[in-house]
Structure formats: structure tokens, C-alpha cells
């Protein structure tokens, strides 16, 4: 996660974009419940209604005209570090109807308005990123990410932390309704949230029953170094940009969603069970979600049946490179960074 200054938006093509700051009402949900009973319309294992722009498939959806120079550059610049690889560090925690909530205290890196501060329920055994508790040792990012079926809630933090004293301390917290299909301008234009774009991080993680299963059926979280991000605009759906150590005019933007070719030679993976991860890429594709320097990220194998080491590893998709996807066309018009916020009244 970056700081205020620079964070992002990823890609919708579904959905008409929002041009300007006015705050106006998110879409309603529609149709009947399909998963747990407290969540209207949201189907077992995702955290949106079907709805949702995270879930629809992108096979047959137009190329951006810019598609070309922009992938070019990619290809210039490479993935961070150099490898299309996959961090398995993010945690997703279930609470439950006796999960108790706590409140806790803005850091430096909550953010008024884009941030919410209410009362986060905190899982007994749960952990942020990359550690086994709720303590932020590490000077990581330490996301917290808890989803709240019974309330319907989908909980993000960045920079979390639980002292030794029991003090909670947190940075920029968003908090998802995941009731509702939000509209292309998300939270609100010009807000951050968890992540840089300003989307949620849960539905764009793949985790290993998935794989397991065979099948992942949402687009997928991807991050890029700063250097590679578009500077000083972002298109809707991400609500947010980056106006620091980002790139020129031919860098990925925030807001865009990029498919795997439909030609790519899978010879090319070695390992069967990746190509599970490669088909999505391709129904899918990958949204520009943060900036770092592991492309792809998949959800911890803390929570699930199905374990990574009995799948593949971080190297497993080294093989696919930049010039591999085609960026889609990004949803409506460029939206100018100016960081002011105007959360969306829902």
C-alpha cells in the first residue's frame, strides 16, 4: 500500500464512467439470496453480488486503441523484479455473529475523508499480512482483511496493529457493503481505500481451493512499481491515482484491466495446476490494484483446505510476459488526480 500521494484506481468495462466528484447513490442490488442468508444475492465464496464488476467476464470485451504503446512500455520496463511471480501473503479472516469488534486509533496513514473509522471485528486466532497475530512487527504493509458474513460487511485495513498493550492501531479502513454492486465510482472519486485503486482486496485474491477446484471465476489483483504506474489521472472503476514516482502518459493507469491473449502458447507453464490461474487470466484478466513489485497476489493458504505447497509456488506463471496481455478499453473518460475526496452517499 502507498502513501496518500500515491494511490490508485483499477479498470471497468462494463460500466460508464463517472466524470467529476459529485456525490450521487451507489446501484441497488437485485435478485434473490443464493449464499449465506445474511448476504442478499451474494453467491458461496465471494464477497459481491454477481453482479459486481469483479466477477464479469471480460473473453470477448474490446481492446483499448492505446493498448498497443502501453504494452509496449510494459514490456520495456518488465514486471517488478523482473518475474511475472505470486505473493501468497495476504490473509482473509471470517468473523461471525460472536466476533467481537474493536475500535482503534487513526494512524498517520488514515486518510479523512476516504477512510472510515468504526469498529473492526477482530477474529480470536486471526492475523495481518505476513505475520501470525495481530501485531505489525514487520514494518510491512500489514493488511487486515475481514469479512463480516453475518453483517454483511467486508472490513480492509492497511497498516494494522494490535500492540502488546492491546492498543489497535490502524491506518486507512474501508468498509464494504457487500449487499451492493457499487457504481463505476466505487467509494467515491478521488478516495483511496486498502489498496491504491480504491477497490476492495479479498474478491481480486485467488486462493488455493480455488485452484484446487479448478476453476477462478474473478478478475485478479496485480501491481506494478510506481515507475510503471500512469501519473496524475485514473480511470473509473479504480477511485483514486498516483502523483508520485509514477510514469508518463504511455504507463498503465489505474482503471486498467488486462487479458491474457487468447493465443498464448501454455507450453509455456510448466505446472498443470497454474494453468488453472492462466484461464482466468485470459475470462477474467488481472486489474492494476497497487504499487510493488510482485505482479500477482493470491490469498494465504491459513484459511483453506487446499494448501499451496501441494499446488505450485511463487515461480509457477515466470513464463508470461507483459507483451502476453492486451489492455481493454478503459472505462470512459480520464479522470484528473486532484486527491480532493467526495465519498459516494449510499
Request: proline share 6%.
Amino acid at each position: 500500500m502507498l502513501n496518500a500521494s500515491v494511490i490508485g484506481s483499477v479498470v471497468l468495462l462494463a460500466l460508464a464512467s463517472a466524470a467529476g466528484c459529485t456525490a450521487k447513490p451507489a446501484s441497488d442490488v437485485a435478485g434473490d439470496s443464493q449464499g449465506d442468508e445474511s448476504i442478499s444475492g451474494v453467491a458461496p465464496g465471494r464477497y459481491f453480488p454477481d453482479d459486481a464488476v469483479w466477477y464479469q467476464q471480460v473473453t470477448d470485451s474490446a481492446v483499448d486503441p492505446g493498448s498497443g504503446t502501453v504494452i509496449g512500455a510494459l514490456q520495456n520496463a518488465g514486471w517488478g523484479l523482473g518475474k511475472f511471480q505470486i505473493d501468497f501473503s495476504l490473509d482473509v479472516l471470517e468473523a461471525d455473529a460472536n466476533t467481537a469488534k474493536q475500535d482503534f486509533t487513526p494512524t498517520g496513514d488514515f486518510y479523512a475523508p476516504d477512510c472510515d473509522q468504526v469498529p473492526v471485528p477482530l477474529p480470536d486466532g486471526g492475523n495481518v499480512e505476513g505475520e501470525t497475530g495481530y501485531a505489525c512487527t514487520s514494518g510491512g504493509d500489514c493488511h487486515l482483511l475481514v469479512k463480516d458474513a453475518p453483517e454483511g460487511r467486508l472490513y480492509e485495513m492497511w497498516r494494522a496493529n494490535v500492540d502488546s498493550s492491546g492498543t489497535f492501531h490502524g491506518g486507512c479502513l474501508a468498509s464494504w457493503d457487500m449487499n451492493r454492486v457499487y457504481g463505476p465510482d466505487g467509494r467515491g472519486n478521488q478516495c483511496t481505500s486498502a489498496d491504491a485503486a480504491g477497490y476492495p482486496i479479498a474478491p481480486l485474491l485467488f486462493n488455493a481451493d480455488e485452484v484446487a477446484a479448478g476453476e477462478i471465476t474473478h478478475a485478479i489483483r496485480f501491481i506494478l512499481p510506481n515507475s510503471s504506474i500512469r501519473d496524475g489521472a485514473y480511470y473509473n472503476p479504480a477511485t483514486h491515482g498516483t502523483n508520485s514516482d509514477g510514469g508518463g502518459p504511455e504507463a498503465v493507469p489505474y482503471g486498467a484491466r488486462l487479458r491474457l491473449k487468447a493465443d498464448f502458447d501454455t507450453t509455456r507453464i510448466s505446472d498443470p495446476d497454474a494453468l488453472v490461474v492462466v484461464r482466468e487470466l485470459q475470462t477474467y484478466g488481472m486489474v492494476l490494484a497497487d504499487g510493488g513489485n510482485i505482479a500477482l497476489t493470491a490469498q494465504a493458504d491459513t484459511h483453506t483446505t487446499a494448501k499451496w505447497a501441494d499446488l505450485f509456488d511463487s515461480h509457477a506463471l515466470i513464463g508470461i510476459e507483459p507483451q502476453d496481455f492486451e489492455m481493454l478499453a478503459l472505462g470512459g473518460s480520464s479522470i484528473p488526480l486532484t486527491f480532493d475526496c467526495v465519498r459516494t452517499a449510499y
